[in-house]
């Protein structure tokens, strides 16, 4: 079957615009998680979808970004008034259960570059 | 708070041969889960193998195992037989029953012919 998938897989805009990043789960999946990955690091937890629902936006850095999930299936990650720190690899990942031991089946992500 | 720390960037093996990449982590859950991952330059995180710390025995996935230390909180992976496949970033990473994986900075592995 289809694994996750992430539009676009790359996006350049400039300082100060708005973008949507989304990503397709694979089907069935009711947990999605968003994570960040800056050049170099590991990626760093932003958000975690349990259904329709954001169980735990803690990662989030500000509230220039948003995340939505509003069929629990496809999710799609707002970031308002980019700013050029906000340059890095979108991850997204699903599970078909949230905790423990269960597999994260990660998206290839979106790279964001902001000029 | 969780912390994973792979201390070394960087590390290159001769084809065929054996190598170890390092991981210590922290935390206060007694419930964990630890999880080496791949990224190759798709930038797609594989799993590679995971290891439940209530389990004292050592995970296994063919040419990949680790050595879970549990007191000394170490979660090192050992590559077998290295290929030229297994060239790529790794990471470690740690969840607990927060759902949320914390990653090292990973540690970039070369494999020479």
């Known amino acids: 079957g289809a694994g996750v998938s992430q539009t676009p897989s790359n996006k350049v805009t400039e300082k100060g615009k708005y973008v949507e990043l989304r990503c397709d789960p694979i089907?069935?999946?009711?947990?999605l998680y968003w994570y960040r990955q800056s050049l170099g690091q590991g990626p760093e937890f932003l958000i975690y979808?349990?259904?329709?629902?954001?169980?735990?936006d803690s990662g989030l850095p500000n509230d220039r970004f948003f995340a939505v999930r509003p069929e629990g299936s496809v999710s799609t990650l707002k970031i308002q008034r980019t700013e050029r720190g906000d340059s890095a690899v979108y991850l997204c990942a699903s599970s078909s259960l949230a905790g423990g031991p269960n597999e994260q089946f990660f998206g290839p992500g979106t790279r964001l570059t902001v000029l | 708070a969780q912390t994973v720390t792979q201390s070394q960037p960087e590390m290159s093996v001769q084809e065929a041969e054996t190598v170890t990449l390092s991981c210590t982590y922290d935390t206060s859950e007694s419930d964990y889960y630890l999880f080496w991952y791949k990224q190759p330059p798709s930038r797609q995180m594989i799993l590679v193998i995971r290891q439940e710390a209530y389990k004292q025995q050592n995970a296994t996935e063919n040419r990949f195992s680790v050595n879970f230390q549990k007191a000394a909180k170490s979660f090192s992976l050992k590559i077998s037989d290295s290929q030229l496949g297994d060239a790529a970033m790794y990471f470690c990473a740690l969840t607990g029953a927060n759902s949320k994986l914390t990653f090292g900075k990973g540690i970039t592995l070369s494999v020479r012919p």
């Open positions: 979808f349990q259904g329709t629902g954001a169980a735990d």
């Open positions: 089907s069935g999946h009711t947990a």
